[in-house]
């Protein structure tokens, strides 16, 4: 998947806020966004990164490190559990 972004990355246009938290639509909610224990990435939370793309007041394309050391996620397997 962040291959696939690589070109797009590279652009001015559009925002990114890809974390590595196993977790599917955690950016559906906005209660997710706002939350003190939002996920964040470089310290900006999902709130932050949208507000920095749709007002353009920056470039907003930020990428996690690998699964599981994003510390902000809600939901991270033990990694005894992880390769089952």
Excluded at 4 to 25: D, E, P, Q, T, W
Excluded at 40 to 45: A, I, Q, S, V
Aim: negative net charge; contains cysteine; aromatic residues 12%.
């Amino acid at each position: 998947m962040l291959m696939a972004l690589r070109l797009f990355g590279g652009s001015s246009n559009g925002g990114m806020f890809i974390n590595s938290c196993f977790a599917h639509c955690q950016s559906e909610l906005q209660d997710t966004w706002f939350a003190s224990n939002s996920p964040r990435l470089h310290d900006k939370t999902i709130a932050e990164v949208v507000g920095d793309w749709y007002f353009e007041r920056k470039v907003a394309k930020e990428i996690d490190c690998p699964y599981p050391c994003d510390h902000t996620c809600q939901n991270l397997i033990p990694s005894s559990q992880a390769y089952e």
